[in-house]
């Protein structure tokens, strides 16, 4: 097996902020995914927010993304977080004895957690909930494959004709 994962439950950092770093980050390489996220909390690249997009500001820099989504943030606490989780898979991958070089994020996926409750105490003796939202995370981490050649178009041909012709 050429992969190694870290997990983290119940993590005290804002789910939906979460799950857009994650998103951004999964498919790349690993080496690439963490000066991306140290570039993200100095605020040199932005993470793009594509599903919890609502109300996040527009911002310039996502100009420099290959990316239809014109709003994004730099959330700091989750990309910690996800660099401690990485840091985490890339150790358990040198202890596989796995090539750290050739490592991708091959699957990270980010879950809703129990919601942490407190109270705030609004005005006229009302009393509401005040609710954290933290979450979930999961990271595989694989090695990347070989590419493999295009074969022959004619040689294709050839063999999906004789296979066609026999009865």
Known sequence: EKSAKARGSSLRVHFKNTREAGYAIKGMK?????????????KKEIIPFVRYRYGVGRKAQLKNLKIKSAVGRW?????E??????????SNAELKGLNTDNLVISHLQVNKAMCGRRRTYRA???????????CHIEMILEEES???EKGDEA?????????????
Not at 75 to 79: A, D, E, N, V
């Open 30 to 42: 690993v080496n690439r995914a963490k000066t991306y996220l140290e570039n993200v909390i100095e």
């Open 146 to 148: 070989e590419k493999v």
């Open 75 to 79: 959330p700091k606490k989750s990309c």
């Open 124 to 134: 006229h003796g009302r009393v509401t909930a005040y609710l954290s939202h933290p």
């Open 81 to 90: 977080f996800l660099l401690n989780l990485l840091a985490g898979a890339v």
């Open 155 to 167: 040689a294709v041909d050839a063999v999906v004709a004789a296979y066609l012709s026999h009865p």
